[in-house]
């Protein structure tokens, strides 16, 4: 592990590490479980600006990296689809859509989101964007997308990273050609956000996913 971390946050990154322990009990052993959270610490703490909490955002990431292998392997079958959002930093278009596609799947579906060159923190517009619809994207955090969660994702909807995006044959793939709202102010962002919540929306229906709002 790279990161040099406080007394305070190694004991808090002992804690995380053990809650997954005995959540993925039966599935993945305790090395397993480090190294996942080793390499999501590390990638928190070079790519993000919220380094105080790197303990608990490690956590986060590693518990939707340990879902996404044990889907992958075969450990964990819900019958759920699992929806994929990768744009260049993670920081507004990924971001509000899978704000939206929470917001409107809720329990139906599973949705991560990913960059190709993950940003310090989230878009503040695009933040702000989202809070005037009642969705609060404030916690979270750009982060690169990874093996686990591209293979075990059904389908993956890219949005401006091109030939950085990461392709596996056999999924379900779509580029949405949106404008990236970075640098812009909330106007701009706005009609961003509008098209990217038709486009979620659009999106649940052809998976199959009634939306839980009305």
Known sequence: MDAELTLDQKLALDSATARLAEEFSGHYDAAAIERIMSA??????KRSSFTTYAPL??????????HALSRTEGAHDDGKQAVLFLCVENAGRSQMALGFFHHYAGEQAIGWSGGSAPAAAVNKVAVEAMAELGIDISREFPKPWTDEIVRSADVVITMGCGDACPFYPGKRYEDWKITDPKGGGIEHVRGIRDEIEQRVLQLLGEIGVTSVRA
């Open 40 to 45: 999501s610490l590390d990638d928190i703490v």
């Open 57 to 66: 955002l490690a956590e986060r990431f590693a518990r939707d990296r340990l």
